[in-house]
């Protein structure tokens, strides 16, 4: 089982990224799909899930209104969109699977990726 994340990199205060994971070994079909960050020196934080079949969503409070998740379960892939990034969304994201249902508990998922570098600069 793999997630490969992609799609970081560094921008300005404002712009957009869009990350990406891939999903091999894992039907993500099947799977809830979470995207997740952490900060320096700080704890691995909730960002955003989505339901396998999509029709259920759930976003941090900081998030909302800028980020939004979605799937491709023909691609075995799930998406991050950024919009209006801010200093604060600088960290390292991960997307993670768990089968079931979408939670915000980082513990309860069991398949993770490797991480992908998202640096907002000022």
């Known amino acids: 089982v793999q997630l490969q994340a992609s799609g970081g990199g560094l921008v300005q205060v404002g712009d957009s990224l869009r990350l990406s994971c891939a999903a091999s070994?894992?039907?993500?079909?099947?799977?809830?799909m979470g995207w997740f960050r952490q900060a320096p020196g700080k704890e691995r934080e909730f960002v955003a899930a989505i339901s396998w079949n999509a029709d259920s969503t759930r976003y941090a409070d900081s998030v909302k209104g800028r980020f939004t998740i979605s799937r491709d379960n023909a691609k075995n892939t799930v998406y991050l969109q950024m919009n209006s990034l801010n200093d604060d969304d600088t960290a390292v994201y991960y997307c993670?699977?768990?089968?079931?249902?979408?939670?915000?508990?980082?513990?309860?998922?069991?398949?993770w990726g490797q991480g992908t570098q998202v640096t907002v600069s000022s």
């Open positions: 993670a699977a768990r089968r079931g249902g979408i939670f915000s508990d980082y513990r309860l998922y069991e398949h």
């Open positions: 070994g894992l039907p993500v079909s099947i799977h809830a």
